[in-house]
């Protein structure tokens, strides 16, 4: 008898154990759950533990196993990984959000008394600062002349920086504490004159003798900055951004307030190659933690097709006489190359025109030798020669392009390349068929900072107006699926982040985003229209 009461007070034991639920700090479920692993699964619920997925499965699995204080039901909405943008200028956005706006405007004359209103907000700045214009918006197309400029501010120095941030138009005040003259030669720059005479507009490394005039922001702004980027970003579902070109203080600083917790958002990192930049990385290496990732430098080898200043193989089909530059010599681009590897960065170098894809892939080629997992990039991809494309399989080398740069330039890129040659740009399924996946940013504060806008561009090919039917180049558009890889895990494996994050799985950060409406299924004209529900940071809501 004794024996048999023993049998069942274990057996009670047994069953109050197994029905003793595992604790979690937060349960979602009653949702699907896109999780982007690697055969796409779908879930309804997960658990999450300590900052991390503890499991993805189905509701009543994860409802019977796990309990938490913190649970969110769905109610049939829909999940994704939190949003990574492979491009971006995440700290310059910050800063530029106290600058004039100049985008969208449609003349030189408005964008003039733009800048007045701004002066009469902000009257005790130094200089007069400004982005965004675009002169193909305006009835000349052509660049502006900065006389309006010298007569509404002759003793206050004005920049002024075109939308894709290679172009700037100056006045006199300004050129004048830069140095500018009518004989100002600059590799990799240009100034540009008419009958002899600057007329304010700088190209790509020009804008840098005047831009270095500037006073430095103090730390109390540039701190502010990156909390307002920050804000913005978690509003429209990023949880990690690529910031391409910082320096080694804005580093620092970013690192500091995501130590102290102000700044929660994860950062991937490329590093401007100064002299003094590479002295302390290349002394202390790759550096990653949860939050932070610097292994690699950002190269620029051309400017931008709007401003004329992407490197082409033959020249403008509209400017005749030009060819575009590379911003410094092939001779240095290899030897920077060759210095990086040798200290175990990547290279992630900018490269527009064909003539600056095909310098900068040979001598990827020259120096990575074959197949690797170094993962070097080539930022933007954005007129490849067909001659050109397998190098990025045969090198492993991977493209990082933003799908609104071809909705937003397919109104006059034609007139840049010429019927044949625009064939070659924005090919984004010829890219991503090379190795198998491809990187997808924005280049924000280039375009809108909404990871949305790219998703629509990527798969429609068309802009905010649902223009042109049938989309631009529709040959070279994702499937939804790979859109989705590509601002996901995809982006995370350019990163060397894919262990950390970029799927829904057990042991990766918990980071993802809630929407009422599906990315995958719904009509592709009301994409641009979902709103983010929800940002979640290592299982903490933050937006």
Not at 4 to 26: H, M, Q, R, T, V
Not at 174 to 202: C, E, R, W
Not at 518 to 525: F, G, I, N, R, V
Request: charged share 20%; aromatic share 8%; with cysteine.
């Amino acid at each position: 008898m004794k024996r048999i009461y023993s049998l069942l007070i274990g057996l009670s034991f047994l069953l109050l154990a197994c029905n003793k639920k595992e604790p979690a700090d937060l349960i979602v479920h009653n949702g699907l759950v896109y999780t982007v692993n690697s055969d796409f699964d779908q879930a309804t619920a997960f658990a999450v533990k300590d900052g991390k997925f503890l499991e993805v499965n189905s509701n009543e699995n994860i409802l019977q196993k796990y309990s938490s204080s913190k649970t969110i039901d769905l109610e049939g909405q829909f999940v994704y990984p939190g949003l990574i943008d492979a491009h971006t200028h995440f700290y310059r956005y910050g800063t530029g959000l106290k600058v004039a706006d100049l985008t969208g405007i449609s003349s030189f004359q408005s964008l003039v008394e733009t800048v007045k209103e701004h002066r009469k907000e902000h009257p005790d700045l130094a200089w007069i600062l400004g982005r965004g214009w675009d002169q193909n918006l305006w009835p000349e197309k052509e660049f502006p002349e900065k006389s309006l400029l010298d007569k509404a501010f002759p003793d206050t120095p004005v920049l002024l920086t075109r939308i894709d941030g290679h172009a700037a138009i100056a006045n006199q005040k300004a050129l004048d504490l830069g140095g500018i003259s009518a004989n100002t030669s600059i590799l990799g720059g240009k100034v540009i004159l008419k009958i002899g005479q600057p007329t304010g507009v700088l190209i790509d490394n020009a804008i840098d003798q005047v831009s270095s005039k500037i006073p430095d922001i103090t730390i109390d702004a540039a701190r502010q900055a990156l909390l307002d980027a920050q804000k913005n970003c978690f509003a429209v579902g990023l949880t990690t951004v690529v910031d391409a070109g910082l320096d080694k203080s804005t580093i620092d600083l970013i690192e500091s307030m995501q130590q102290e917790g102000s700044l929660k958002m994860r950062v991937y990192a490329m590093i401007n190659p100064t002299e003094k930049n590479k002295a302390h990385y290349f002394e202390k290496g790759p550096f990653q933690n949860e939050s932070l990732t610097v292994r690699s430098f950002k190269i620029y080898g051309d400017g931008a097709l709007g401003s004329r200043g992407a490197s082409l193989l033959a020249p403008y089909h509209d400017a005749p006489n030009e060819l575009g530059f590379l911003l410094n010599t092939p001779e240095n681009f290899l030897s920077l190359a060759q210095e990086i590897h040798a200290h175990g960065f990547q290279m992630n170098t900018h490269c527009i025109g064909d003539s600056a894809n095909r310098t900068l892939l040979d001598i990827y080629a020259k120096v990575l030798m074959g197949k690797n997992d170094q993962r070097w990039r080539i930022e933007h991809a954005q007129v490849v020669h067909p001659q050109d494309i397998q190098k990025f399989a045969k090198f492993n080398i991977i493209p990082s392009v933003q799908p609104t740069h071809a909705t937003s330039d397919m109104y006059w890129a034609e007139d840049r390349l010429g019927h044949e040659r625009i064939k070659h740009a924005y090919t984004y399924k010829d890219l991503m068929q090379q190795n198998g996946l491809i990187a997808l940013g924005s280049d924000f504060p280039v375009e809108n900072i909404n990871p949305l806008f790219g998703f629509h561009a990527a798969i429609a090919r068309q802009d905010d107006n649902n223009w042109p039917k049938g989309g631009f180049q529709p040959e070279n558009s994702l499937t939804r699926e790979q859109a989705l890889k590509g601002m996901t895990i995809w982006a995370a494996y350019a990163n060397f982040e894919e262990h950390l994050k970029g799927s829904i799985e057990k042991g990766k950060l918990a980071d993802f985003i809630i929407t009422k409406k599906d990315l995958m299924t719904a009509p592709e004209e009301t994409l641009r229209d979902i709103k983010v529900q929800a940002t979640f940071l290592g299982g903490e809501k933050v937006n």
